[in-house]
Nanobody, 112 residues
Framework: QVQLVESGGGLVQPGGSLRLSCTGS????????MSWYRQAPGKERELVAS?????NYADSVKGRFTISRDNAKNTVYLQMNSLKPEDTATYYC????????WGQGTQVTVSS
């Protein structure tokens, strides 16, 4: 059974940093495209960053966020620096090969 578990969210002040982790089980994440999405209240879920062999970022996070993967740990990370209040959202991890699998999400709140 495929499972994705996100962690690392929390409350941080503007300008601060957080690192999110997404650990997979029941599959080999190196064979999958891995992505981070986020959804703020009242807004649609949006792609933040993805990684296959290359990385891709939303314009709003370029230069501030970095996606990476540790295949030995079956884990994908999202390093988030220079956080802004508009980054506040629930962040979700997705794995996709033929089918898609989602984690349960982790809340990130950027506020002073």
């Amino acid at each position: 059974q495929v499972q994705l578990v996100e962690s690392g969210g929390g409350l941080v002040q503007p300008g601060g940093s957080l690192r999110l982790s997404c650990t997979g089980s029941g599959f080999t994440s190196s064979n999958y495209a891995m992505s981070w999405y986020r959804q703020a209240p009242g807004k649609e879920r949006e792609l933040v960053a993805s990684i296959i062999t290359t990385t891709n970022y939303a314009d709003s996070v370029k230069g501030r966020f970095t996606i990476s993967r540790d295949n030995a740990k079956n884990t994908v990370y999202l390093q988030m620096n220079s956080l802004k209040p508009e980054d506040t959202a629930t962040y979700y991890c997705k794995a996709k090969r033929i089918y898609e699998y989602w984690g349960q999400g982790t809340q990130v709140t950027v506020s002073s």
